[in-house]
Every structure is written in structure tokens, then in C-alpha cells.
Nanobody, 122 residues
Framework: DVQLVESGGGSVQAGGSLRLSCVAS????????MAWFRQAPGKEREAVAR????????IYADSVKGRFTISRDNAKNTVYLQMDSLKPEDSGMYYC????????????????WGQGTQVTVS
């Protein structure tokens, strides 16, 4: 099993930045996809950014392209989400997720989840 722990959320003004971190522990030896999802009250959970452990181009939601950057440090078993030029509509609970397989956008495809970290932009 893999355990995921997010951190780095908080409250910022519009135009500000946050860096989220997700540390994976347990069995992380095989190739996998790591993703960031977010969910605002009354809205569906949305894939924000996805990246393979083995490399390749990250995938971003259209709403965050040019503003968010996902990256990995495999030596530390950590994935990051750098969020710049934040907007109020970016507010929500951000979740880190892992999938042993494809790097899809649907939440029910993912095998492990963190508990979430809150992001509030005002």
C-alpha cells in the first residue's frame, strides 16, 4: 500500500502563489501516475495536473495552464504543485492521488488518495 500526505495549502490573495507538496510512503517502486485533483463545494472533483513517475509531459487542466506547474522528486517520493497567479476560482480542497496504470482524469481510476489540503484565494 501507498500512503499520501499533502501539505502547503493556505489562504492567499488573488495573484499570489502557493506550493503544494505530496509525500508518498510505502510501496513506490513501480511506475505510476501522480495527480492533483481539486474540489470546491457543490462541484465535481477535477483533475488539475498529472505526471508519470517515468517522465513524459505533464498534463494540465485548461483552466490552470500557464499558471500551475507539477513536478516530481523521485528520490524524495514527492510531487509538487506550484500554483502562481491564483484566482478565487482556484479555491477548493486539493488532493494528491496515485494510480498504478494510466494517467487518466477520472477520480475513480486512482488507487490511493491523500486527505486533502485546503486552498482559499480571496
Amino acid at each position: 500500500d501507498v500512503q499520501l500526505v499533502e501539505s502547503g495549502g493556505g489562504s492567499v490573495q488573488a495573484g499570489g502563489s502557493l506550493r503544494l507538496s505530496c509525500v508518498a510512503s510505502g510501496n513506490t517502486a513501480s511506475i505510476y501516475c501522480m495527480a492533483w485533483f481539486r474540489q470546491a463545494p457543490g462541484k465535481e472533483r477535477e483533475a488539475v495536473a498529472r505526471i508519470w513517475s517515468g517522465g513524459g509531459s505533464p498534463i494540465y487542466a485548461d483552466s490552470v495552464k500557464g499558471r500551475f506547474t507539477i513536478s516530481r522528486d523521485n528520490a524524495k517520493n514527492t510531487v509538487y504543485l506550484q500554483m502562481d497567479s491564483l484566482k478565487p476560482e482556484d479555491s477548493g480542497m486539493y488532493y494528491c492521488a496515485l494510480r498504478r496504470g494510466g494517467c487518466g482524469s477520472q477520480p475513480n481510476q486512482y488507487n490511493a488518495w491523500g486527505q486533502g489540503t485546503q486552498v482559499t484565494v480571496s
